[in-house]
């Protein structure tokens, strides 16, 4: 099965500056990867999905890549704001094919203003 | 659009004791997930519900562990007996329905249970 690392528990960074987080996964090359918010007291929130064939998403401010020669997604938000401060997940099929997702531990991101 | 609704929001139980979650989906949502996501660790899955079918439960502790979702819609999750290490928040998703590859989870704020 998957196992995911994102390999920064914790990242501050000054308000206005791009914050990049990093995903990376073992064995098989996932057919997609998502990547998820969550505040303290909730339950994660879906922002991005980026498939096999596709180097780069954007929404916004947000931007992911995935490189499967490297086994790895990069999360980047630019111009960051402390409101951008959340703990962000990514998350891969548990098994090739179409299965459930399994999840990193998360990378909590601290904006400071 | 209602969203994934869970309660109670807070458990305080001794070890040893049972515990029932419970989690209605968003509506028309086939897909539906049960996760256990410990302090400082992300989302375990423990059992995914195709309608009211189980489509993987490989990482549930059967032993102690228990979940249904009899009509297709809502769900309960129960833990007979606890132990200490089932701290934890107890998340519910939902999603469309599984088929399309990729497609997006919507979870509820959870069940903080804690054991004593």
């Known amino acids: 099965s998957q196992k995911i690392e994102q390999n920064s528990e914790a990242l501050n960074i000054q308000e206005g500056k791009t914050a990049t987080l990093t995903c990376n996964y073992t064995?098989?090359?996932?057919?997609?990867l998502q990547w998820y918010r969550q505040d303290p007291g909730r339950g994660p929130v879906f922002l991005l999905l980026i498939r096999e064939n596709e180097k780069e998403k954007r929404k916004e401010r947000l931007k992911v890549t995935f490189d499967t020669t490297l086994k790895q997604s990069l999360f980047h938000i630019t111009a960051s704001q402390p409101a951008d401060s959340a703990t962000y997940l990514c998350?891969?099929?548990?098994?090739?094919?179409?299965?459930?997702?399994?999840f990193g531990k998360g990378t909590r991101l601290s904006v400071i203003a | 659009e209602a969203g994934v609704a869970q309660s109670p929001r807070y458990k305080i139980i001794e070890k040893r004791q049972s515990v029932a979650f419970w989690c209605n989906p968003i509506?028309?949502?086939?897909?539906l997930y049960w996760y256990q996501q410990i302090l400082g660790q992300g989302p375990k899955l423990l059992i995914q519900f195709q309608n009211n079918g189980v489509v993987d439960d490989s990482q549930l502790p059967k032993d102690r562990f228990s979940a249904e979702r009899l009509k297709g819609v809502d769900s309960t999750l129960k833990i007979q007996p606890a132990k200490l290490e089932d701290s934890a928040v107890y998340l519910c998703?939902?999603?469309?329905?599984?088929?399309?590859?990729?497609?997006?989870?919507?979870f509820g704020s959870g069940t903080q249970l804690s054991v004593l």
């Open positions: 509506s028309g949502h086939a897909t």
């Open positions: 064995n098989y090359s996932p057919a997609y």
């Open positions: 998703a939902s999603s469309l329905a599984q088929g399309l590859k990729g497609e997006k989870l919507f």
């Open positions: 998350a891969l099929p548990l098994h090739s094919g179409n299965t459930p997702l399994v």
